[in-house]
T-cell receptor
């Protein structure tokens, strides 16, 4: 299993440009998440999807949109990038194994907006 | 805001035990205590979780205070690979309660 994969790994945008961050998981998990992590900070939840066809806002949703394309894929779109969106973006999925609930994270996308 | 309090940083020597504390005085009766860690330039990874009783797994042990207002993650023999930021998180399992709220965590340095 590849686990959670994210593309691209690095991206540089100019202010006002748009882009979509892709995320896929092969663990058949229902729930998926997008976080951002600014330097020296913890992760903040942008959006989550509890199941295919549903999405909900997290702590910092402004400036982002998401699409749960199917059970495997959950994309994050920046319609008009701003320097404040320079961050590392992590996608995650959640699995339940008996009494153990665990989130699995991708390797991250490092985004710089100039 | 994160609902837990952790020291910003801690240091340990290689092959010695490490006790990482966490205060969660406002924890509710149904909230679990989760620990994740983030190695440099990687996404977080699950370490351990518990509800009331102490827990052990291959990575670490979790000691939970009787009043559940604090807990301690124990690494029995620190290795250089254990140098990471450790996050203590409280929360439930289902729906939005299953969302993890990350604070700044504790940055653990391990000296050879």
């Amino acid at each position: 299993n590849a686990g959670v994969t994210q593309t691209p790994k690095f991206q540089v945008l100019k202010t006002g440009q748009s882009m979509t961050l892709q995320c896929a998981q092969d663990m058949n998990h229902n729930s998926m998440y997008w976080y951002r992590q600014d330097p020296g900070m913890g992760l903040r939840l942008i959006y989550y999807s509890a199941s295919e066809g549903t999405t909900d806002k997290g702590e910092v949703p402004n400036g982002y949109n998401v699409s749960r394309l199917n059970k495997r894929e959950f994309s994050l779109r920046l319609e008009s990038a701003a320097p404040s969106q320079t961050s590392v973006y992590f996608c995650a999925s959640r699995g339940v194994f008996g009494t153990v609930v665990e989130q699995f994270f991708g390797p991250g996308t490092r985004l710089t907006v100039l | 805001d994160a609902k837990t309090t952790q020291p910003n940083s801690m240091e340990s020597n290689e092959e010695e035990p490490v006790h990482l504390p966490c205060n969660h005085s406002t924890i509710s009766g149904t909230d679990y205590i989760h620990w994740y860690r983030q190695l440099p330039s990687q996404g977080p990874e699950y370490v351990i979780h518990g509800l009331t009783s102490n827990v052990n797994n291959r990575m670490a042990s979790l000691a939970i205070a009787e009043d559940r207002k604090s807990s301690t993650l124990i690494l029995h023999r620190a290795t250089l690979r254990d140098a990471a930021v450790y996050y203590c998180i409280t929360g439930g399992y289902g729906g939005s309660q299953g969302n993890l709220i990350f604070g700044k965590g504790t940055k653990l340095s391990v000296k050879p």
